[in-house]
């Protein structure tokens, strides 16, 4: 009543007002308004205001509802168990879904493993695939190209893509996957091709499971070879350039990897000047790109002396974090090349870190690892790999890894040795180009041991992670963003300095620097964050092992045999031959490639979720013994479905 009485009172106030102005007003005669009249009004309009306002806030609806309240005690304990339990349901969902894509995927590649190639063979490019209507571009041939030479272009294949809410309003085609091959391979390899082929008869899988589970998204799987099949297809935007390389992602690093110390051994020698200077800083780079947070690095340029590349990591090992990692590669611009090269108080340096970290239980805890990038070195140095790393044979604590820079060196032999006598890898690389391909192979060397274990699938979580690399994240575009704010000041100069230097205008751009500064890639682009699971496959064929340890093997470079650490019996339990007396069973990795899967939360499920974790993905790896030149990599597969 007291609502109906003001509105009654106001609008009456008001009718009153306007009658004495009409009054007023008129140079006619006026006409007298009674005030019961007007009154009437102002109850009538009262009533209506109040009416509405009844009906728009729902008061009464409201009211009702409180006088129904009660306070109700829960039973914490009961509520963390149901979570928990419907947790477990939904991984346990995603974990048989990955392993119908396993199963899958094993049993198609042994049958398409003799498969001949057809270079011609056409498929789902999703940098090339086109729409229906869609013009095709072809490249134009130069004027001195030999005619015989110009072959003629495989024409990309006809899609038909329609957006779809559940993909994020992404135009799909639910039908079939698309492949994503990285910029620095070629997609016409033979091994490439044959993946891809046998690969498309995961399509059937992919779509099942889709249609079976609404909480899945994308579907992703990808191999060492390099390239990525995805699903549902999509086409892979290249704006501003395609930097992705699935075999760098978090998911297949950790999978393929196991944790590890690192110390990275950079010659800074004389010698090391001009191209071979920028190998190296470009080797260091991409080995950096293979490590993740279960890892601990350090880098150390030589020449007469040993230190750090950056000063405050004296005497220790950091976490290989985005933090960390930039301040690696920071440091590494500051490299001077000077005098002669001192492998020895390098390479001693090196074992005494890992010694230290090894007997303390810091770091890792689990593999070890010294990578010496160097344009040669004078001899073996078996004195030094002796005293630290050969005194408990057949354990060798650490494996050494070696980078040969250069067109036309010499000592090639004894650089390659260390590598081989110490259960490592040899590379030689005289161009940047190779330098990404050649960094990789030292992945399914340190797998190499697991490979031969086929008995057990463990499973390994990975930390949250962004599921696409932003281009915009490097060091170069922030460059360039830097001179775009210089050129933007300039403009603004010349158009109006009185408005340039204005309080106001210097207050706005120091804001805008501050939050820059505070969190400079804060409006770069939108990030779908996850977690992974990852479950590794083995090659089912009986001679999988015997091919691992045939004469391809790496150790056949320095005509000595495998260790027995490395040489395991199917007889055997693997697992134990696999790790140091000093590794536990809780810290022993598995590594291989990797499959995702995210969860789509419902309203009443988002909070109950998000108290684990904010996204959940499951991976599944395939890994399979093939026969290459100078060693047996592990192929490596990949499902992944990504969604909130």
Same mark, same amino acid.
């Given at each position: 009543m007291y609502i109906r009485n003001s509105s009654g009172f106001i609008a009456f106030s008001v009718l009153l007002i306007f009658a004495i102005s009409l009054t007023r007003s008129a140079d006619e005669p006026t006409t007298t308004i009674k005030y019961s009249i007007v009154q009437g009004w102002a109850e009538k309009l009262g009533a209506e205001l109040a009416s509405l306002g009844d009906f728009i806030t729902r008061r009464k609806d409201v009211e009702d509802s409180f006088k129904q309240a009660q306070v109700v005690s829960k039973n914490g304990q009961k509520i963390v168990e149901e979570m928990a339990k419907d947790l477990k349901y939904m991984m346990d969902a995603k974990v048989s879904a990955v392993k119908r894509i396993m199963d899958t995927a094993e049993n198609t590649a042994i049958s398409y493993? =003799?498969?001949?190639?057809?270079?011609?063979?056409? +498929?789902?490019?999703?940098?090339?695939?086109?729409?229906?209507?869609?013009?095709?571009?072809?490249?134009?041939?130069?004027? /001195?190209? /030999?005619?015989?030479?110009?072959?003629?272009?495989?024409?990309? %294949? =006809?899609?038909?893509?329609?957006?779809?809410?559940?993909?994020?309003?992404?135009?799909?085609?639910?039908?079939v996957s698309s492949v994503h091959v990285p910029t620095n391979v070629y997609d016409r390899a033979t091994e490439v091709i044959r993946a891809i082929k046998w690969s498309e008869a995961l399509d059937s899988i992919f779509y099942n499971n889709y249609i079976g589970d609404p909480t899945l998204t994308w579907q992703y799987f990808g191999s060492s070879t390099g390239f990525l099949r995805q699903f549902p297809a999509t086409k892979w935007e290249e704006d501003p350039v395609d930097l992705y390389d699935c075999r760098l992602r978090s998911w297949y690093i950790e999978a393929a990897n196991s944790p590890k110390d690192v110390i990275i051994l950079v010659d800074s020698s004389g010698s090391m000047t001009g191209q071979r200077k920028d190998i190296a800083k470009h080797v260091v780079s991409n080995i950096l790109d293979t490590l993740g947070p279960n890892d601990y690095v350090n880098i150390f340029s030589f020449s007469e002396e040993v230190t750090e590349v950056v000063e405050c990591f004296s005497e220790t090992l950091v976490q290989a974090n985005m933090g960390n990692i930039r301040e690696l590669r920071l440091g590494m611009d500051h490299i001077k090349t000077t005098e002669i090269a001192n492998v020895s108080a390098a390479l001693t340096k090196a074992f005494e870190l890992l010694e230290t970290f090894r007997e303390s239980r810091n770091g890792a805890r689990c593999n070890q690892a010294i990578m010496l990038v160097s344009d040669g070195v004078p001899y073996s140095f078996d004195e030094i790999f002796s005293e630290y790393n050969w005194k408990e044979l057949p354990f060798i604590p650490v494996r050494v890894f070696t980078y040969l820079i250069g067109r036309?060196?010499?000592?090639?032999?004894?650089?390659?040795?260390?590598? *081989?006598?110490?259960?490592?890898?040899?590379?030689?690389?005289?161009?940047?180009?190779? !330098?990404?391909?050649? !960094?990789?192979?030292?992945?399914?060397?340190?797998?190499?041991?697991?490979?031969?274990? %086929?008995?057990?699938?463990?499973?390994?979580?990975?930390? !949250?992670?962004?599921?696409? =690399?932003?281009?915009?994240?490097? /060091?170069?575009?922030?460059?360039?963003?830097?001179?775009?704010?210089?050129?933007?000041?300039?403009?603004?100069?010349? %158009?109006?300095?009185?408005?340039?230097?204005?309080?106001?205008?210097?207050?706005?751009?120091?804001?805008?620097?501050?939050?820059?500064?505070?969190?400079? +890639?804060?409006?770069?682009?939108?990030?779908?964050?996850?977690?992974?699971?990852?479950?590794? !496959?083995? /090659?089912?064929?009986?001679?999988?092992?015997?091919?691992?340890?045939?004469?391809?093997?790496?150790?056949?470079? *320095?005509?000595?045999?495998?260790?027995?650490?490395?040489?395991?019996?199917?007889s055997q339990n693997p697992t134990q031959q696999l790790f140091s007396p000093r590794t536990s069973r809780r810290q022993r990795y598995y590594p291989f490639s990797t499959a995702a899967t995210n969860i789509k939360l419902n309203s009443h499920q988002t909070f109950d979720f998000m108290l684990v974790s904010l996204f959940l993905n499951i991976y599944f790896c395939f890994v399979r013994c093939t026969e290459t030149s100078s060693t047996t990599k592990p192929q490596i597969f990949l499902y992944k479905n990504t969604n909130y």
């Open positions: 493993d =003799e498969e001949p190639v057809n270079q011609s063979f056409q +498929y789902y490019n999703a940098k090339e695939m086109i729409e229906p209507g869609e013009i095709i571009t072809t490249p134009i041939p130069m004027i /001195d190209e /030999d005619p015989a030479d110009i072959t003629t272009p495989i024409p990309p %294949k =006809e899609i038909v893509l329609t957006k779809k809410k559940h993909f994020f309003n992404e135009a799909v085609n639910t039908s036309e060196v010499a000592d090639v032999k004894e650089i390659k040795e260390m590598a *081989c006598k110490n259960q490592g890898y040899y590379v030689h690389l005289s161009t940047l180009a190779e !330098v990404r391909e050649e !960094v990789l192979n030292y992945i399914p060397v340190i797998a190499r041991p697991l490979v031969l274990n %086929k008995r057990e699938h463990p499973v390994v979580w990975s930390e !949250v992670y962004a599921d696409v =690399e932003d281009p915009k994240m490097t /060091d170069w575009l922030w460059e360039i963003k830097e001179r775009a704010e210089q050129k933007e000041r300039f403009i603004d100069y010349r %158009k109006n300095r009185v408005i340039f230097f204005s309080p106001e205008e210097q207050h706005r751009r120091m804001i805008m620097k501050q939050r820059m500064n505070q969190d400079p +890639y804060s409006n770069t682009q939108k990030y779908n964050f996850m977690t992974t699971v990852s479950m590794p !496959v083995f /090659d089912r064929r009986e001679n999988a092992v015997s091919m691992l340890l045939s004469t391809r093997f790496p150790y056949s470079l *320095c005509r000595t045999r495998p260790s027995q650490s490395e040489v395991i019996s199917s």
